[in-house]
Nanobody, 126 residues
Framework: QLQLVESGGGLVQPGGSLRLSCTGSGFFLNTYTIGWFRQAPGKEREGVGG????????YYADSVKGRFTISRDNVKNTVYLEINSLKPEDTAAYSCPRRPGWSRSMCLIQRSYDYWGQGTQVTVSS
């Protein structure tokens, strides 16, 4: 069964860090670009970045550059999103969809992804 499962979310204080994980099963994760998107309450979902199938290429939204790092371990079938210096505005449900092939210009485009996980909630609050 095809699955993408996000984990690692939780309640974090401002300035803290989190590492989210995205684990795939039922397909060869190492052949897909994986993106990270987030949706804050009352807002549209936005892309934060993506990583190519090999991990050699990454791309980030300007709004998160310098604080967000995407990496992957294809042996473990897992992609990671590390978030540093968390801010209250990072509060959102984070999802990791997959897409075939790498395209920098399509990295943040939701419709270019063909399968999504359920998401994991990140809440930044003191």
């Amino acid at each position: 069964q095809l699955q993408l499962v996000e984990s690692g979310g939780g309640l974090v204080q401002p300035g803290g860090s989190l590492r989210l994980s995205c684990t795939g099963s039922g397909f060869f994760l190492n052949t897909y670009t994986i993106g990270w998107f987030r949706q804050a309450p009352g807002k549209e979902r936005e892309g934060v970045g993506g990583i190519s199938s090999s991990g050699a290429r990454t791309y980030y939204a300007d709004s998160v550059k310098g604080r967000f790092t995407i990496s992957r371990d294809n042996v473990k079938n897992t992609v990671y999103l590390e978030i540093n210096s968390l801010k209250p505005e990072d509060t959102a449900a984070y999802s990791c969809p997959r897409r075939p092939g790498w395209s920098r210009s399509m990295c943040l485009i939701q419709r270019s992804y063909d399968y999504w996980g359920q998401g994991t909630q990140v809440t930044v609050s003191s």
